[in-house]
């Protein structure tokens, strides 16, 4: 009975460490992801791959969950900073394997450019965050373009904090009902 409570009282008070991967290739079609607790405990890791119902998200080889396009349309999505969360680290590496063609060039400037516009926003709002971006351009002779994508966020929740807000959540929803009858 000590031993439960003293791992609950652990588990709300102290800061829980998740690890976000993800891998985007283009020539694949898919972007594989893994999340981790702590890193080394897997919660969850697949690949995802677009067809024409929706988004796939394979999860095991015999499980697999369509996200259907309409329900993303349909969705609000909102911005807002959840309290509890923490980023605290964002790392992404791209390769882009282009041909000699000026076109080629300007589009690995572009998402150079976007890259680096989005990583000083972000930046400037959240100073303590330890962001790092790498971007390789591989020149090639053959006629190809590929694109890779690495990225790994991690993130602290605050177990407590995480209980307050979904409680605040279903009272608001609570609340809404009881406010249309």
Known sequence: MLLTSILIFVLLVFPI???????L???????????????????????ASLCKEGIVFHIKSNKAIILPYKKLVKKKISLRPINGVNVVKINSITNLLSSNYF??????????????????????????LNLNNNIDIICTNNDSFDLNSYLLLEAYLNVFALLEYGIKKLLEKIVNVFKKR
Do not use: H, Q
Request: net charge positive.
């Open 103 to 128: 076109s080629n060039y300007v589009i690995c400037l572009g998402y150079n450019t976007l890259i680096n516009t989005i990583s000083s926003l972000i930046v400037s709002k959240k100073p303590f």
């Open 25 to 47: 290739k283009i020539k694949d079609g898919r972007m594989y992801f893994k999340t981790e607790l702590f890193r080394f405990i897997k919660l969850v890791g697949g690949y």
């Open 17 to 23: 460490k998740i690890s976000i991967w993800a891998i």
